[in-house]
């Protein structure tokens, strides 16, 4: 079971990151998928997920910020995350399952991120 973020780089103020989430090992149809990230010095910080049926969770600060979906026919779940800021640099990380047990089954397995660096 393996699940690989991409996306991640340098990005201008105002910009936007196209993170993907792929997955080996599992099908991510039947699954739900989050998205989260880590500043450094900070703790992590839930920023969306997306359910089998296509439910989706925006954390506040998040919405109309950023946009989540899944392909499944690629396996993927994507997430684009629009306006950034520098205090948007972070490691983004996807993880299987929901942001919290209140969610549904919480999220027991993570990628290894992918570092997003927002920098004029």
């Known amino acids: 079971v393996l699940l690989v973020e991409s996306g991640g780089g340098l990005v201008q103020p105002g910009g936007s990151l196209p993170l993907s989430c792929s997955a080996s090992?599992?099908?991510?149809?039947?699954?739900?998928i989050s998205w989260a990230r880590r500043a450094q010095g900070k703790g992590r910080e839930w920023l969306s997920a997306i359910w089998p049926d296509g439910t989706t969770y925006y954390a506040d600060a998040m919405k109309g910020r950023c946009t989540i979906s899944r392909d499944n026919a690629k396996n993927t779940v994507a997430l684009q995350i629009h306006g950034l800021e520098p205090e948007d640099t972070a490691v983004y990380y996807c993880a299987k399952g929901a942001p919290s047990s209140t969610l549904g089954r919480p999220a027991n397995f993570w990628g290894q991120g992918t570092q997003g660096t927002v920098s004029s």
């Open positions: 090992g599992f099908t991510t149809s039947p699954s739900t």
